[in-house]
């Protein structure tokens, strides 16, 4: 096995040369780089170790209660004693006030870690964002503090046997009883359901105030505490945990909620637009996810190919290293251009994500971030499988239980196809496209700023091109699967042009040049294939 070993240097670069995050307003960079390091000393030494364990041994079910790894458990706790739990919980609620850029940057290295952890621990800074966006002052005041002391955690409710991706068709019922809120239903696929790190949950319910008639506009969300300020347990049961491929140790739920107290978050049937909230901080952590995935499956996969020696190449006396063999050293290079790349594309959304103005161009990326990043880490995975040959295929690097983890990632928060039918339709027609316009003013500015930007240019010109085909046709759905591979290379040839460009600030300058000149050379090929589909 070869040891976790959090990229900091990388992600540091990444925001500070390549970003430019130091120009924002609130940003401080030697707080920032001291968060970092501190996490990753813990995330190698405290939360690595444990995703091993968990993996092996997962959850268990037991008359309605999900048990953990004991292990998870003594790292969660230290997890809140050291106030990790709190990053983005605003100061007046004891939390640390950091904004969602270095939430980012610390969830790389979490994820990188031990993604079934963050996935159970991973949705607060998502409901402390939707509490701040639509919850009431009494709602702020009672339930960010509990937050903060680490004692609760929080789920998404939004699937369920009959609703999966079409939300229209939610059956789970919010009625009034008494002037009170109640909800009956069943959700599933609901991470961290039940589990035994925090002592309470905060269910986050997409429920039906309307009728089914009324579609998504009959839906409203609530806020479904597990206990109440008492400790009485509320009307909401864990009947089952999923066996899944992957994640073992990330408890998947089905729930069922039968006169269930809840409380209104937003205004009634608005429920969808509260949602997109927490729903949009999701899919950018997704595409982090992705990020993660690659940089750890690149760190095992280079490691590996140092060392081992297989095979000769013309002029050698003896064996040598396999990264000394072409098939190997592209596979390895495709490894690190996917990380590097997926990374700046997710931190960049984030930084746009503290800008209001700049609301257009985040809506375009975070599909983007989602499907191009996820999909990253599965192809990193995958490639790094295959740089270890058949021990690749052995649990012994634990390679292969990235590719288990990160193969849920093109699923869950939306499929990668639907956020490609959104890219295509919504995001190309609603205002006049300004979302579509605001993603194509970013990149020909970075064209504009930067030399050796020719084959970003005639990328562009593709992307360009689909979209007038898309919009005069009025087909989304028959091209919207090639528009969103083609978006994502136009946005990840962007982000390496940015990365080459501050490449003399990077601690291996001629590598970063030598992976940019890679990535522009076959996503180019790529993207002309793709615009022709």
């Known amino acids: 096995m070869i040891d976790f070993k959090a990229p900091v240097e990388d992600i540091i670069f990444t925001l500070e040369h390549v970003l430019n995050a130091s120009s924002t307003p609130s940003w401080d960079s030697k707080l920032t780089k001291e968060i970092l390091i501190h996490f990753a000393n813990f995330a190698e030494n405290e939360i690595a170790p444990i995703n091993e364990i968990g993996d092996v041994e997962g959850c268990r079910f037991d008359n309605g209660n999900v048990y953990l790894p004991k292990e998870f458990k003594q790292v969660y706790k230290s997890f809140v004693e050291q106030g990790w739990h709190g990053l983005t919980i605003p100061e007046k609620y004891d939390g640390q006030g950091m904004s969602a850029v270095i939430l980012g940057a610390v969830n790389e290295i979490y994820i990188g870690a031990c993604h079934s952890m963050q996935m159970i621990t991973g949705l607060v800074p998502g409901a402390v964002r939707l509490l701040n966006a639509f919850g009431t002052d009494k709602q702020k005041d009672e339930i960010l503090p509990l937050f903060a002391s680490g004692n609760w955690l929080a789920t998404m409710c939004l699937t369920e046997p009959s609703a999966g991706s079409d939300l229209s068709v939610i059956r789970s019922k919010a009625s009034k009883s ?6 009956d239903g069943e959700k599933i696929f609901i991470s961290g359901g039940g589990q035994d790190l925090s002592q309470r949950i905060l269910h986050i319910v997409l429920a039906r105030s309307g009728s089914l008639e009324d579609g998504v506009k009959g839906l409203s969300l609530f806020l479904c505490r597990s206990h109440d300020d008492d400790g009485n347990k509320n009307a909401v049961s ?12 990330s408890p998947t739920c089905q729930l069922s909620f039968d006169n269930c107290q809840a409380e209104l978050i937003g205004k009634e049937g608005e429920g969808l637009r ?9 899919r950018i952590d997704v595409g982090l996810q992705g990020a993660a995935h690659a940089a750890r499956a ?3 996969a280079k490691s590996y190919a140092a060392e081992r020696r297989q095979g000769r190449t013309a002029g050698s006396d003896g064996q040598v290293l396999i990264e000394k063999h072409k098939d190997v050293a592209d596979m390895l290079m495709e490894q690190e251009a996917l990380a590097m790349g997926s990374r700046a594309m997710c ?10 103005s700049k609301y257009d161009l985040v809506d375009f990326l975070t599909p983007i971030c989602k499907s191009f990043s996820s999909e990253a880490g599965i192809r990193a995975a995958d490639l790094g499988i295959q740089v270890l040959g058949g021990y690749g295929y052995l649990h012994e690097y634990r390679i292969e239980q990235i590719y288990r983890d990160a193969r849920i990632t093109s699923i869950y928060e939306g499929t990668n196809s639907i956020h490609g ?12 496209g300004a979302a579509a316009n605001a993603f194509e003013t970013m990149v020909q500015e970075v064209i504009d700023n930067h030399a050796s930007s020719s084959r970003l240019m005639a990328s562009l010109k593709l992307w360009q091109k689909k979209r007038n085909k898309i919009l005069v046709e009025n087909q989304p759905e028959e091209n919207s699967y090639a528009f969103m591979k083609l978006s994502g290379l136009v946005a990840y040839q962007t982000m390496w042009l940015k990365i080459v460009a501050a490449a003399n600030k990077h601690g291996n300058p001629h590598r970063l040049i030598q992976l940019g000149e890679f990535v522009a050379k076959r996503a180019s090929v790529e993207a002309r294939y793709w615009s022709e589909i």
Do not use: C, P, Q
Not at 178 to 183: A, D, L
Not at 238 to 249: C, F, N, S, T, Y
Not at 274 to 282: E, K, P, S, V
């Open 178 to 183: 008494g002037g009170n809120w109640v909800i």
């Open 238 to 249: 864990v009947d089952r945990i999923e066996e899944k491929m992957g994640l073992h140790a």
């Open 274 to 282: 509260a949602m997109f909230t927490l729903m949009n901080h999701a």
């Open 298 to 300: 690149s760190h095992i």
């Open 347 to 356: 931190l960049y959304a984030l930084l746009n994500l503290e800008e209001e």
């Open 421 to 432: 039918l959104t890219l295509a339709s919504r995001l190309l027609k609603v205002e006049n």
